[in-house]
C-alpha cells in the first residue's frame, strides 16, 4: 500500500503562484508515473501534469507553460508549480501514483493511488 499525503494549497489571486506537494509513504517500490489531476464542480476530473519515473513531462494543454511538475525520487514526492494562476484554475486538486507490481513471471500489474485532495481557489 501506498499512502499519499498532499499539501500546499489555498487561495490566491488571479496572476498569482502556488507550489503543491504530494509525499507518498509506505511501500513505494516500483512507483513509475506521478501526477496531478483536478476536478471543478460539475466538471469531470482531469489530468494536470505527469512524470515518469525519469523524469519525462506530460500537460494539459490549458496549462503549458503556466505549470511545472517535479520529482524527487529519493523522497517520493512530486510537486506542482503553478504561476500565472487563472480563476479557471480553482478545482480540487489531486495527486496520483502508479505503481507497477511485478510478478515472478516479469508481468507488470499497475495499481493506481489517489490523495485526498487539496483545495485551489484563484480570486479575480
Known amino acids: 500500500q501506498v499512502q499519499l499525503v498532499e499539501s500546499g494549497g489555498g487561495l490566491v489571486q488571479a496572476g498569482g503562484s502556488l507550489r503543491l506537494s504530494c509525499a507518498a509513504s509506505?511501500?513505494?517500490?516500483?512507483?513509475?508515473?506521478m501526477g496531478w489531476y483536478r476536478q471543478a464542480p460539475g466538471k469531470q476530473r482531469e489530468m494536470v501534469a505527469t512524470i515518469s519515473s525519469v523524469s519525462s513531462t506530460n500537460y494539459a494543454d490549458s496549462v503549458k507553460g503556466r505549470f511545472t511538475i517535479s520529482r524527487d525520487n529519493a523522497k517520493n514526492i512530486v510537486y506542482l508549480q503553478m504561476s500565472s494562476l487563472k480563476p479557471e484554475d480553482a478545482a480540487v486538486y489531486y495527486c496520483?501514483?502508479?505503481?507497477?507490481?511485478?510478478?515472478?513471471w516479469g508481468q507488470g500489474t499497475p495499481i493506481d493511488y489517489w490523495g485526498q485532495g487539496t483545495q485551489v481557489a484563484v480570486s479575480s
Open positions: 496520483n501514483v502508479r505503481q507497477i507490481i511485478t510478478d515472478l
Open positions: 509506505g511501500n513505494t517500490f516500483g512507483i513509475n508515473v
